[in-house]
Each structure stands twice: as C-alpha cells, then as structure tokens.
C-alpha cells in the first residue's frame, strides 16, 4: 500500500470549486478543444504542488511536503509539455500568476493563510487560469474572457466574505455588513453597467449571505450549500454566454 504521507492533499475544499469553474468557464467560452484535456490535468496537479510548497513554508520543514511537491510536478510536467508546445504563449498566464504565489507564500510565512487578501490572491491567480483556458480554445483572449474572469472573481469574493461570516467571523459585525454591503453593492453595479441577467447568477449568493447570517449550520451542511451555490452560478455562466 502506498504511504499517504507522499500525497500531501490541501485542506481547503473550497478552492476546488475556484480551480475547476473559472477554468471550464473560460474553456467553453474559448471553444472547447482536445488541448484541455492535459491543460486541465497540469493545472490540477500545479494547485496539488503548490499546497505543499506553502506547508513548507510555513512549517519550516522539508519531509514530506517537498517530495511530495515533486510528485505533482512530476504529474504536471508532462501535462504541461504538451499545452505549451500546442500553445507556448500559455507560459505568460503562469507568470502572471506569480506575483500572486509570492502573496500566497507571504501570508503562509507569517501562518495567516486565514487572511482575506491570501483569498483574494488565490482566486485572482484561479481566474488567470481560466484565462489560459479561454485562450488555449481561441488563440486569443476577447472581452469575453476578461469578463468571465471578472464574473468568476466577484462570485468568489462573495463566497469568501460570506464564509468568513459563517465561521471564523461568524461574531464580527464589521464583516458582517462587508459582506452585506459587498453583495448589495455586486448587485447594484450589474445593473448599473447593464448586466441585467448576470444578477440571477449571483441571486442565490445575495439571499444566502443575508437570509443564513447567525444561523448555526454545520461545517459539512454549509459546504454542500457553498457547492450547489457554486455549481448554479457555473450553470448560470454558461446560459449567459451560449
């Protein structure tokens, strides 16, 4: 039997749903191609690589998170190897991810992952990756892609805020009404710059935020609605821009 410690899993399953939903939006906006398939398992296995980078960092230790880093990358690199020869411009969306690693990193060296710049870090360099998808189906990227991008990031900061609310900051009143005035002000912004519809896909976000504040809901409970929430606005995305 294989020793579980060589696979390091995170521990964050919510950023499941920041990998895969910006990048399949991206990847059907972008026209779907047969270059997804191993764009998808190299992005998957850098998010897997990644974790016990950070763990490293913030543990100061070596065994077992850098081989088990080296195992996804080993995972990953071929993957890789067949998106970029394919499309080599893809090489530019991983450095533009960079910068926002490096806070990543910052925030596990000072064992604050919990920080809501860290999140906010996180799904910047999640919508970059849809990016990429979009441009591995088009060759190019539009304002299409940028603002699918941008949808993606403001439902997941939402998510954030409103996660926030439910556990770690479930007394604070001050993220009690940013995480309020957050969505009202999504709302109102879509309809102020005409993106009427796009407001159904963020409704269910803008109710449960309100409507499920100071509710004590366990943490499986609360997961299983942040994923069907998820798993609506993906849906809603995709009638948006068929």
Known sequence: MANKSKWVMPKQHGAWAMLIIPFWLGAYAGGLSWIHAPLFVAWVALYLATYPLLMAVKTKRNDPYVPAAARYGAIAAPALAVSLWQQPALFYFGLAMMPFF?????????????????????????????????????????????????????????????????????????????????????????????????????????????YLYGKSLPIMKLGMLEIANAAYFFIAMIVLYS
Request: some cysteine; overall charge positive.
């Open 102 to 210: 490096l806070v990543n990193t910052y925030y596990s060296k000072k064992k604050n992952e919990r920080a809501f710049w860290n999140d906010a870090a996180a799904i910047a360099a999640f919508c970059i990756g849809g990016l990429a998808a979009f441009y591995a189906g088009r060759g190019e990227l539009t304002v299409e892609a940028f603002e699918l991008a941008a949808f993606s990031f403001l439902f997941f900061i939402g998510s954030t805020f409103y996660v926030k609310t439910m556990i770690r900051e479930k007394k604070n009143e001050r993220y009690k009404w940013l995480s309020w005035g957050y969505h009202a002000l999504l709302i109102v912004g879509l309809i102020a710059i005409g993106e009427s519809f796009a407001v159904l896909a963020y409704a269910p976000s803008v109710i449960r935020a309100v």
